[in-house]
């Protein structure tokens, strides 16, 4: 059995709340919030876990989805050998980006949004963040694709915006012959 976790609905005002910088050493409850992403984006992304529990599947999910407006997210990106790399971010800044915008042909889902969306989401297609690991040391991730696609969402989950926030309503496709679509 797995633990389930409350991901708050978008119209959860948290959700457009800016979280604060997380301070080290990491307390043992957001090392355990930590772990319970792990477990449930890591399910969420495996048919018969998702089917029997039934969860919706994720890619990246932020404390402030879970209702702790903390600076972190963590990122459960799937391989092409269906083995997972998981990402634990804290305290992210952009440091770099590519000129290139990307967005996702299928579309951006979120955990917090629980319905259909039409339109795209501009995204940089290359990007750089420096951030904290658990121990609170400076990393670097460069991001491309895909990854770079879900580290922007989280990003701005701590900023208190969603994706829906990016996606023009009077015109849900616009610019998209600017972009390329991955």
């Known amino acids: 059995m797995i633990k389930l976790i409350d991901i708050l609905d978008e119209t959860n005002k948290k959700l457009r709340t800016i979280s604060k910088e997380i301070k080290f050493p990491l307390t043992k409850e957001d090392k355990d919030t930590v772990n319970d992403m792990i477990e449930y984006l890591t399910n969420s992304q495996i048919e018969e876990y998702a089917r029997k529990y039934n969860l919706r599947p994720g890619m990246g999910l932020s404390a402030v989805q879970l209702g702790i ?10 391989q092409e050998d269906r083995s997972f790399n998981n990402y634990i971010v804290f305290n992210p800044k952009i440091i770099s980006h590519s000129e290139e915008l990307i967005f996702a042909g ?3 889902g979120c955990l917090s949004v629980n319905r259909e969306i039409e339109g795209i989401v501009p995204r940089y297609a290359r990007i750089t963040i420096e951030y904290q690991d658990e121990k609170g040391e400076k990393q670097i991730l460069r991001a491309r694709e895909e990854l770079a696609i879900a580290v922007q969402h989280e990003i701005d989950h701590l900023n208190g915006i969603l994706f829906v926030d990016k996606i023009d309503p009077n015109n849900p496709y616009k610019n998209e012959e600017k972009m390329r679509m991955i």
């Open 69 to 78: 407006l903390k600076r972190y997210f963590v990122i459960v990106h799937e």
């Open 106 to 108: 299928s579309g951006e």
